[in-house]
């Protein structure tokens, strides 16, 4: 099985019910045009493997007109509630380190709570909507200080 594949299927698994709930339905054989075609203009990918299998990965293109996007983040739903995000995010906040004045653009099915909970949880502010999408925005230098907190596990300040 090619990482292609296993995206697509980590991507089906994860991203079924969403579309569902948005009147739409998840096609693999799309998915996996779209992903080479993303590919082919530059998206790259940081992925986690777990006993020889991917748990999680996030896709993003690197910035243009200033900001970076974030086309796909997935965790399998078996590591849900896990720690598997914090290398992950480790990964990402060391791929960002040459773009701190970038903006970073992402998004999250409007069913999707635990996505939009990530989102605010790293600070993330909301932008606005579009497709059934929540659209969000953090600059790069904050995301960045936040992530690396969160993938040592040091908790954030409290909010006075």
Known sequence: MTLSDEIVALDQVNMTPHLRSAGETFDPARRRV???RELAQGARLLTLRRHDALVA???YLPPHDGALRVK???VHPAHHGTA???PLLAQAADAMDGWPDALLQSGAHASNAASIRLHRGLGFRWVG???GR???????????STLLRFSSGT??????
Do not use: M
């Open 155 to 160: 908790p954030r300040a409290a909010t006075p």
């Open 84 to 86: 598997v995000l914090r």
């Open 34 to 36: 779209d992903l080479a």
């Open 72 to 74: 796909s983040l997935q």
């Open 134 to 144: 929540f659209l969000f925005e953090a600059k790069v230098a904050v995301l960045r």
């Open 129 to 131: 909507e579009r497709d």
């Open 57 to 59: 990965y996030l896709e």
